[in-house]
C-alpha cells in the first residue's frame, strides 16, 4: 500500500552523532515512527542549532511548535522541526520551559524565528529572549490570557465588538446566556433522569390518574 505521505529515508546514526557533536547539552532521544525527537537543554538551544545547521546540513527551520502539559514543572515543551535539504532529512529539536523562564532566540541562526517564537509567544506565553520584536501577532490588540494553553477557558475573557454609540471596537466581559453555558452530555437512551416530550405515554397511567372517557362513554352519561 502507498504511503499517504511523502516518505523520508531515515539517517541512520544520526541520534549518536549528534549526541557526540553537543555533549553536555543532550537530554535524551527517540525514534518513533520515522521521526527522530532530541530534546537539549533549554540554555544551549542556540549552539545546538548552530552545530546541526553548519556540521549537520540541517539549513532550514520549517516550524517552531509549543505543546503545553500543566501538571508538569516545566508544563512547556518548545519544538524546532528542522529540514535537511541535501540530505532529505527531518529533525525535530526540544526544549522545556515554564511561563517565567525564557527560551534564548534562535533569531540569530534561523531569521524566520522572529515570527514563529513571536506565534508561540502569543499562543503559550513562553518568552524568548533576544527576540528583537516579541509581541502577539495572531490574537488582536488587548487580547488578555494565551489561547493554546490547557486552562485557558473555551469562551475566552472578553468579546469584541462595533459599538454604533462609541463608533469604534470595544472589549467587554463574555456574557452568555445559560444555555450556551450549562452542556448536558448524558444520551437519554443511556440513564438520563429527566424526562423527555412525550414520554408519558409510554409510562401508562400513575395510580389515581383519571382515564380519558370514550365517545360511547360521554354520550351514555349525558343521557342518564
Same mark, same amino acid.
Given at each position: 500500500m502507498a504511503s499517504p505521505a511523502p516518505l523520508i529515508a531515515p539517517r541512520e546514526g544520526i541520534i549518536d552523532e549528534v %549526541?557526540?557533536?553537543i555533549g553536555e547539552a543532550f537530554v535524551e532521544a527517540k525514534n518513533t515512527v520515522g521521526e527522530v525527537s532530541i530534546t537539549v537543554r533549554r540554555e544551549s538551544i542556540v549552539e545546538v542549532l548552530r552545530t546541526l %545547521? *553548519? %556540521?549537520?546540513e540541517y539549513q532550514q527551520l520549517m516550524e517552531i511548535a509549543g505543546v503545553d502539559y500543566p501538571h508538569r514543572e516545566e508544563r512547556f515543551d518548545v519544538?524546532?522541526?528542522l529540514l535537511s535539504v541535501t540530505r532529505n532529512h527531518r529533525l525535530r529539536i526540544r526544549v522545556t520551559t515554564d511561563e517565567e523562564q525564557p527560551v534564548p532566540s534562535v533569531t540569530g541562526l534561523y531569521p524566520v524565528a522572529g515570527w514563529l517564537e513571536r506565534e508561540?509567544? *502569543?499562543?503559550?506565553?513562553v518568552l524568548f529572549e533576544g527576540n528583537p520584536d516579541l509581541r502577539r501577532i495572531l490574537t488582536d490588540y488587548g487580547f488578555r490570557g494565551f489561547p493554546q494553553r490547557r486552562d485557558f477557558?473555551?469562551?475566552?475573557?472578553?468579546?469584541?465588538r462595533y459599538s454604533e454609540e462609541q463608533k469604534r471596537v470595544v472589549y467587554e466581559p463574555v456574557k452568555l446566556a445559560q444555555d450556551f453555558r450549562s452542556f448536558d452530555f448524558l444520551s437519554p437512551w443511556e440513564g438520563a433522569e429527566y424526562i423527555l416530550p412525550g414520554d408519558e405515554k409510554v409510562q401508562g397511567e400513575a395510580p389515581g390518574a383519571p382515564t380519558p372517557a370514550k365517545a360511547g362513554e360521554k354520550t351514555a352519561e349525558v343521557k342518564k
Open positions: %549526541r557526540a557533536a %545547521r *553548519d %556540521r549537520f519544538c524546532y522541526h508561540v509567544f *502569543d499562543m503559550y506565553g477557558p473555551l469562551t475566552g475573557y472578553v468579546e469584541m
